[in-house]
């Protein structure tokens, strides 16, 4: 069975500090790596994806994906009180089926 | 571009009661993919839609049931409602053949079961 591993948290960071999220997964052969963003009552937002592994990086958020120790993380440079919320990673598996298997989620509180 | 939408936004019912939740995909999507994300959990799939058709199911029971419209968009059904089927129910679309098929939500469905 695929799993996806997150620390449920609470990670609590200050304001302006970098807020790291780890996921970690149990299918080698996992292809795609996601990152949505869960306000609490809302639905999942992408924040962004990630194939290769290293760095990619979009705005104030980096993904670093290591397939060898089969990891992916989530970097948040500049943490804001805005961007308090659950942190949700989703892999999924080679051979073209493409459901996402998802992580419980990381909350993340930015306090000031 | 149209985003994702579901309806209704919130549901109560009893149990042993039916309900349907519909969806309707991003524009320009063609795959729509079910989840039931009960609290403090991540979306567990429930089902996808493609081509009017079933195309993987997760571990749910045939209680659980779906279609697709020709205009692509959908319906989940539940039958026989239980006290733990009250969850929040996401809508996810996205483009079949993608090399990433990414899956973006709609707003989501909450039921809930009394």
């Known amino acids: 069975q695929k799993e996806v591993e997150q620390n449920s948290g609470p990670l609590s960071v200050p304001e302006g500090a970098i807020a790291s999220l780890n996921c970690t997964y149990s299918?080698?052969?996992?292809?795609?790596f996601f990152w949505y963003r869960q306000y609490s009552g809302k639905s999942p937002e992408l924040i962004m994806f990630?194939?290769?592994?290293g760095d990619k990086e979009d705005g104030r958020f980096t993904a670093q994906l290591n397939k060898a120790s089969q990891y992916v993380s989530l970097l948040i440079r500049d943490s804001q009180p805005s961007d308090s919320a659950t942190y949700l990673c989703?892999?999924?598996?080679?051979?073209?089926?493409?459901?996402?298997?998802f992580g419980r989620g990381t909350s993340l509180i930015v306090h000031p | 571009d149209a985003g994702v939408t579901q309806s209704p936004t919130h549901l109560i019912k009893t149990r042993g009661q039916q309900v349907t939740l519909r969806c309707s995909p991003k524009?320009?999507?063609?795959?729509v993919s079910w989840y039931q994300q009960a609290l403090g959990q991540g979306p567990q799939f429930i089902f996808q839609?493609?081509?009017?058709?079933?195309?993987q199911r997760g571990n749910f029971p045939d209680r659980f049931s779906g279609h697709q419209f020709p205009n692509y968009s959908s319906e989940l059904n539940v039958n026989a409602l239980l006290l733990g089927d009250s969850a929040l129910y996401l809508c996810?679309?996205?483009?079949?053949?993608?090399?990433?098929?990414?899956?973006?939500f709609g707003p989501g469905t909450r039921l809930t079961v009394l």
């Open positions: 996810a679309s996205s483009l079949a053949g993608g090399a990433t098929d990414t899956q973006y």
């Open positions: 989703a892999v999924t598996a080679a051979g073209g089926s493409y459901i996402p298997t």
């Open positions: 839609y493609y081509e009017e058709e079933e195309r």
């Open positions: 990630i194939y290769s592994n």
């Open positions: 524009s320009g999507h063609d795959t």
């Open positions: 299918d080698r052969g996992s292809q795609s």
